[in-house]
């Protein structure tokens, strides 16, 4: 397959401000400068965006409580994201949601979910409303290995299909739901092959791939534009930091994340391939890190000179009308 | 933090605990009397299934670390990420011979798994004539205060109050966390057990043995005659900060502190208000059919000639809890607003 | 028992409550086998037989062709032959006979748990609270083991350790045998300590208690009748949550008791008093009389006016006229409705919010009758000579008596004149009838000493009092008006002008 200079820039870009801007927020909440939980999507980053760069605005997401990548995948602002984390008022959610529940309707982001399983459903939805709208939009849900074991998930996969929704489900399995290891919680060999069971087309890639990941997705969202109905995608990725940050991540392996820091990281990968393929150079790569670097460092600063709600935000927008 | 006047002089020793630890205690002792007692949940010990440490969470709090050590994991069960599954799997061992301790992480997964609760466990003793006892403990960390957002952070109490054939404990400290989890395991109803996240590290002394608090029974944590505090989970010690404060102006106030909602020690209540003629509920809970709203219906019910002054209410607003934490500060009923609903009622 | 059995109205249907006995098939003292027809029965719906069901002797017909029996009704009775007389009587009578009625001492242990619980918990009554018991009281109450460990609700423990009580002392009735605050008093009332009221409690609304929806039992419930006691004052240990004659008795003995209490503050003795029940008319004056009175601002102008001059006039008119009996509260009533001709800005209604100033005077005149007043109106008196006034006040007057006005005759109006002179009252003060905004209060016309250039003279004086609503009117028109009707009635010829 043929890749533009243009295309695989655009790529990187996103990939490399996901691994910086989860980088700097573990070092942000390190500091303090973070409330609450996150969770770091660092090493995943090629999941989200080889799927998303497949979608415009008007497709639609659903993300996890690991919702960052997806956010920028998808083209959310970074700063007002960096504002949001930070509870600020002019986040991308005013501040009321933060990390776990980030979401910009504008950009065909259902949102993150603090929910383990929270998006399937949802986004069977967002596609029942393409289909019903005729509008050839697309739905993609995010999940992870811990969510397949989600009544709620298995419940959305046997809907989609019953409904033939235009759905793509991607499973990101990087081992571990929380603490628990996929191979102890997940009963079937496969989990891809337990959602083709449910009556969909399914494939299994190799999630720290760029190009094996945007190649398996751009077929399944052709067949679902096409009305082909549903589909899943499940991504054999690993992530590098823990659950959560701060987690002391005791069921990690011995040297396991060093090892998989080196073998497994998607964007040394990609720079390999591309470079090697000769199609950029190294240089630009580097230059494109620099500018990704002082980005991030705006959207700390930006974030931290934000101001914070006033007390009456704390009644907005509960509903639209009372 | 002061003992309170409840607590039964035991024999032995005891030593100061955190509320985390006097659970955890408790799960310890409890197990190793009664081999039917089993614990289930996420992460309840955490790492099956990975190259790495057993017993690499023992709860994502560590209320239940060392039990799978100790235990093996026949007893102590790492589950899938499946509340439905979860909950379910408990009601039906309860009744048939286990005595299971399951854990929700947060009671905001009840979501997910309420058939399991409200529809299933509750009912069981009652749709079945009396023939069944579902003796399930099922541990939920409820509250706000953890920039946890909305998702993470709810009082869902009055919701499984409202349940017909559910118990509902709300320990506010070490001694009867300890004291409490004990009882709810021997009890042969199911019973929900929620843990205010603010509370896990605060600590008192525990007594080391065995030892029990019936359910029904309030504890009053602060003694005095002008104005009766109730406070539940989360917001007893604010309510003892706040009548610590008006004490040094001479104002002396009854803070009672029911321990479980449901069921619920009207009695207490209704004696300290005939004495006092005031009362000021803070209940973290929002405020459409709180645990504020309730005992208030009840009081005005049964004791209404005692009162000398509307009941005040002191609980978060009606919106869910937001993120940024200058606003969920706000959200969560603040000492001053507390202070406020007693200085208004004895101004009546 | 076991061979005798009854013969039972059936229910044949859902909306069966009763029927009619239309014929026995059978005498009595036939023998019947399970399944033989026994009497037919006449619903609104169906006629139908009843069966029996099991074999036997008719032993007893008790139900007659004609009579109408509800549903359950002991119709007869079957039974072996060799049964006795005796037994059969005695089973009828225990089976109550006729109507199904509710089984009123069912056990105390059906009672369920909640209303023996709530009992404690009640407090609808103003709290009383032991006095802290005398030496005497004391000290059948303070001896007795270490009582730290028995279980007591944490203000009963607080209240017996500041009154020196032991616990052991006190029977419990609380939650798992707790003893609670209440069981502490009955306790100290018992050794012959007292309840009082704490100081400063919330005052005991006085007015009298609706407790008719209280559950009790019928005995119980006559017993507080009689005794007038509130079926809310007493606790509920009866049966099925009720309150029952116990409960009565014991709320009488705590009355009994507060009554002889020396130190108690007592609500003062009531003397003897008969209920008068209050009528429409009543209720409605009472209403909005008061209604008037906190709503209007009232301010008073009195003037006094010499009548001498139109007690001649009067005399003049009736001398000259059979059957005209014009009367000073005639010539007052014109002289009102030509002042307000002079000063119309009285001539006023006010809603509260929207003001109507009338072209004509519609003066209402106050009639007293039994039980009440009523202010017929005369309708455009302006326009009415003297005589014509006086018949058609006398008509209206006569007929308010008799109770035959028309509403249009006394709803509405513009001013109001009110005369007590009749019963010697010198002045009084009225309040304005809503929602015109003036009235005129009129005393008896009196000689008094009255001074003219400096000199001491007699004359006829009447005072009259006008209330007016300032919202409306102000001083300076009221008196305006009172000197112009001052003018009028001291000189009456100015009236034809």
Redesign the interface.
């Given at each position: 397959m043929h890749y533009s200079p243009a295309f695989l820039v655009d790529a990187y870009r996103t990939m490399k401000t996901i691994r910086l801007f989860e980088e700097r927020c573990i070092l942000e909440f390190e500091r303090g400068n973070i409330p609450g939980f996150v969770h770091a999507y660092n090493g995943q980053e090629a999941v989200a965006v080889g799927v998303c760069m497949h979608l415009s605005d008007s497709d639609v997401i659903g993300s996890t409580h690991r919702g960052h990548g997806h956010c920028i995948a998808k083209g959310c602002d970074v700063i007002a994201m960096m504002k949001e984390i930070m509870g600020k008022a002019t986040g991308l959610c005013k501040g009321k949601g933060g990390s776990m529940h980030i979401a910009d309707f504008d950009k065909g982001m259902l949102g993150a979910n603090a929910i383990v399983g929270g998006a399937p459903p949802l986004c069977n939805g967002a596609a029942l409303s393409a289909k019903t709208l005729g509008t050839k939009n697309v739905a993609v849900s995010f999940g992870g290995d811990g969510s397949s074991n989600q009544g709620t998930v298995m419940e959305a996969l046997n809907l989609a299909v019953v409904l033939q929704l235009p759905h793509i489900f991607v499973v990101e399995n990087n081992g571990y739901g929380e603490g628990t290891g996929a191979r102890y919680a997940v009963g079937c060999e496969s989990i891809g092959a337990r959602t083709a069971a449910f009556g969909m087309p399914a494939a299994t890639v190799d999630g720290t791939d760029f190009f094996a990941v945007y190649e398996q997705a751009g077929k399944f969202v052709e067949l679902a534009r096409n009305g082909g109905g549903p589909s899943a995608i499940e991504a054999d990725v690993v992530r590098f930091d823990g659950h959560f940050i701060g987690d002391p991540q005791l069921y990690r392996g011995k040297d396991e994340l060093k090892t998989i820091k080196e073998t497994r990281d998607c964007l040394k990968k990609f720079r390999a391939r591309v470079t090697g393929e000769n199609w950029l150079k190294a240089e630009q790569l580097d230059e494109m890190d620099a500018e990704i670097a002082a980005l991030i460092e705006r959207a700390v600063e930006e974030g931290m000179n934000a101001p914070l709600p006033e007390p009456a935000a704390l009644f907005a927008d509960v509903y639209a009308s009372y | 933090m002061t003992s309170t006047p409840q607590q039964a002089k035991t024999a032995g020793s005891s030593r100061v605990k955190t509320y985390r630890e006097a659970i955890n205690e408790a799960l310890f002792q409890e197990m190793r009397r009664d081999p039917t007692v089993i614990v289930m949940g996420e992460e309840v010990s955490g790492g099956a299934g990975t190259d790495g440490q057993d017993d690499a969470y023992g709860g994502v709090f560590g209320v239940t670390k060392g039990l799978m050590p100790e235990f093996g994991r026949g007893r102590v069960i790492d589950t899938p990420i499946s509340e439905s599954a979860i909950i379910g799997a408990a009601a039906g061992a309860a009744c048939t011979g286990l005595r299971p301790v399951a854990e929700l992480m947060f009671f905001d997964f009840i979501g997910v798994c309420f058939d399991q609760i409200f529809n299933q466990a509750a009912k069981f003793r009652y749709m079945f004539g009396g023939k069944s006892k579902t003796p399930l403990v099922i541990r939920a960390t409820v509250g706000a205060g953890w920039r946890a957002g909305a998702q993470h952070s709810n009082m869902l109490h009055p919701v499984v109050t409202h349940i017909a054939g559910l118990k509902v404990v709300m320990p506010s400290n070490a001694y009867d966390a300890k004291g409490l989890m004990i009882s709810a395991i021997r009890d042969d109803d199911p019973v929900i057990f929620l843990e205010h996240k603010i509370l896990y590290d605060t600590k008192c002394e525990v007594p080391d043995e065995l030892y029990t608090i019936p359910f029904g029974e309030a504890a009053f944590t602060r003694e005095g005659t002008d104005v009766t505090i109730v406070a539940i989970s989360g917001m007893v010690p604010r309510a003892n900060a706040v009548a610590d404060k008006l004490a040094k102006e001479g104002i002396s106030c009854d803070v009672i502190d029911p321990r479980t909602v449901s069921p619920l020690d009207v009695e207490a209540i209704i004696e300290s208000v005939e004495l006092t003629g005031r009362l000021v509920i803070v209940d973290e809970a929002n405020e459409r059919c709180s645990l504020a709203a309730d005992i208030s219906s009840i009081i005005a019910e049964k004791a209404f000639h005692a009162l000398r002054a509307p009941i005040r209410k002191v609980t978060a607003p009606h919106t869910p809890v937001p993120f940024s934490p200058v606003l969920e500060d706000l959200y969560i009923p603040t000492p001053e607003r507390i202070e406020q609903a007693v200085r208004d009622v004895l101004e009546a | 028992m076991a061979n005798i059995s009854a013969i039972a109205m059936p229910k044949w249907g859902m909306e069966m409550s009763e029927g009619v006995i239309s014929e026995w098939r059978l005498a009595e003292g036939a023998t019947v086998s399970a399944g033989d027809d026994l009497v037919d029965v006449e619903t609104s719906k169906i006629v139908n037989t009843v069966t029996a069901q099991a074999g036997g002797v008719l032993r007893r017909i008790i139900a007659q062709p004609g009579e109408t029996l509800p549903v359950g009704a002991l119709l007869g009775v079957l039974a072996s032959a060799d049964t006795p007389d005796g037994d059969i009587d005695s089973f009828i009578a225990a089976q109550g006979g006729g109507a199904a009625a509710p089984a009123p001492e069912a056990e105390a242990a059906q009672a369920p748990e909640v209303a023996a619980k709530?009992a404690?918990?009640?407090?609808?009554?103003?709290?009383l609270?032991a006095e802290p018991p005398a030496a005497g009281v004391l000290a059948k109450l303070a001896s007795g083991a270490d009582d730290?460990?028995l279980p007591a609700?944490?203000?009963?423990r607080?209240l017996a350790r500041q009154y020196g009580v032991n616990l052991h002392n006190v029977t419990a009735s609380?939650?798992?045998g707790?003893v609670?605050?209440e069981d502490l008093e009955q306790a100290i009332l018992a050794a012959g300590g007292t309840l009082v009221a704490?100081a400063?409690?919330?005052p005991?609304?006085a007015a009298p208690r609706d407790d008719s929806a209280v559950h009790a039992t019928p005995v119980a419930r006559r017993l507080a009748r009689e005794l007038g006691i509130s079926l809310l004052d007493c606790r509920t240990s009866g049966s099925h949550g009720r309150v029952s004659k116990a409960d009565v008795e014991a709320a009488e003995a705590l009355r009994q008791r507060l009554a002889a209490a020396p130190a108690a503050p007592q609500a003062p003795a009531v003397p003897a008093f008969e209920e008068v029940p209050l009528s429409g008319m009543r209720k409605t004056i009472a209403a909005r009389l008061q209604s008037s009175k906190q709503t209007a601002p009232h301010f008073r102008v009195n003037i006094d006016a010499e009548i001498d001059a139109l007690l001649a006039v009067r005399k003049q008119l009736n001398d000259a006229n059979s059957g005209a009996k014009i009367s000073v509260n005639d010539f007052i009533v014109k002289a009102c409705a030509s002042a307000l001709m002079r000063v119309p800005d009285l001539n006023v209604q006010f809603d509260g919010t929207s003001l109507k100033r009338f072209a004509s005077a519609d003066i209402s005149v106050a009639v007293a009758i039994p039980d009440g007043l009523i202010t017929p109106i005369v309708r455009g008196a302006e326009g009415k000579g003297l005589i014509a006034l006086s018949n058609e006040i006398r008509d209206l007057s006569t007929r308010a008596k008799l109770g035959t006005l028309a509403a249009a005759e006394f709803q509405g109006g513009t001013f109001t004149v009110s005369n007590l002179g009749m019963f010697g009252v010198s002045q009084f003060d009225a309040i304005i009838n809503p929602p015109q905004c003036a009235i005129l209060a009129v005393g008896a016309g009196q000689q008094r000493p009255v001074v003219r250039n400096g000199e001491l003279a007699v004359a006829t004086v009447v005072t009259l009092s006008l209330a007016s609503d300032h919202r409306i009117i102000d001083g300076a028109l009221a008196a305006k008006f009172m000197g112009v009707l001052k003018g009028f009635l001291e000189q009456p010829a100015t009236m034809l002008g």
């Open positions: - | - | 709530a404690p918990a009640e407090s609808n009554v103003t709290p609270r730290s460990d609700t944490p203000i009963a607080r609380g939650r798992h707790r609670t605050k704490p400063g409690a919330a005991v609304k």
